[in-house]
T-cell receptor
Framework: DAGVIQSPRHEVTEMGQEVTLRCKPI?????LFWYRQTMMRGLELLIY????????DSGMPEDRFSAKMPNASFSTLKIQPSEPRDSAVYFC????????????FGDGTRLSIL | GESVGLHLPTLSVQEGDNSIINCAYS??????FIWYKQESGKGPQFIID?????DKRQGQRVTVLLNKTVKHLSLQIAATQPGDSAVYFC???????????FGGGTRLMVKP
């Protein structure tokens, strides 16, 4: 079975540029989560969707970050404009249900903003 | 890059030995726990979960023990192999779907 698929795996860009990260969840999973992982803070939840609808975006750092889920098999996380402090590994995860279910992660996008 | 970050405890074991990784949680109402393995350059990989109505659950070469009295979880890996080298962390997922990780994890290093 295909797991969660993220692209690109690596992104290096200059500050001020727009960055778009992509995620394909596991088929049949109704929940999709975006996380950010840094050495300083560990794993932080940014936003999650249920049936393509954003439910909780309280973890999104600021207005420069936005996320969409136009259909059940695709989501994007966009940063515009990007800043060096956005450098991190961004993970997408999906789960079949909300509570008491394992979340399955993709291999992440390593983002470096110069 | 960042030079200061979460300090991860490290467990170093000989190949073939058993490994035990520990985790403490704080909320006595927590009732669902997961162990993840994260290899370098990869995402967290689900290993095993346990609900609070159990105190032990076994998978392939792994066992999770839950002690609700002292709010402690452990992950036991039998016959540890080089491919087990990774960071292991435990997390709770509550009924609202929020995942709370406990610490930054433990780095397991397997010596051949």
């Amino acid at each position: 079975d295909a797991g969660v698929i993220q692209s690109p795996r690596h992104e290096v860009t200059e500050m001020g540029q727009e960055v778009t990260l992509r995620c394909k969840p596991i088929s049949g999973h109704d929940y999709l989560f975006w996380y950010r992982q840094t050495m300083m803070r560990g794993l932080e939840l940014l936003i999650y969707f249920n049936n393509n609808v954003p439910i909780d975006d309280s973890g999104m750092p600021e207005d420069r970050f936005s996320a969409k889920m136009p259909n059940a098999s695709f989501s994007t996380l966009k940063i515009q404009p990007s800043e060096p402090r956005d450098s991190a590994v961004y993970f997408c995860a999906s789960s079949r249900d909300r509570g008491r279910q394992p979340q399955h992660f993709g291999d992440g996008t390593r983002l470096s903003i110069l | 890059g960042e030079s200061v970050g979460l300090h991860l405890p490290t467990l170093s074991v000989q190949e073939g030995d058993n490994s035990i990784i520990n985790c403490a949680y704080s909320n006595s109402a927590s009732d669902y726990f997961i162990w993840y393995k994260q290899e370098s350059g990869k995402g967290p990989q689900f290993i095993i979960d346990i609900r609070s109505n159990m105190d032990k659950r076994q998978g392939q070469r792994v066992t999770v023990l839950l002690n609700k009295t002292v709010k402690h979880l452990s992950l036991q890996i039998a016959a540890t192999q080089p491919g087990d080298s990774a960071v292991y962390f435990c997390a709770e997922i509550n009924n609202a779907g929020n995942m709370l990780t406990f610490g930054g994890g433990t780095r397991l290093m397997v010596k051949p």
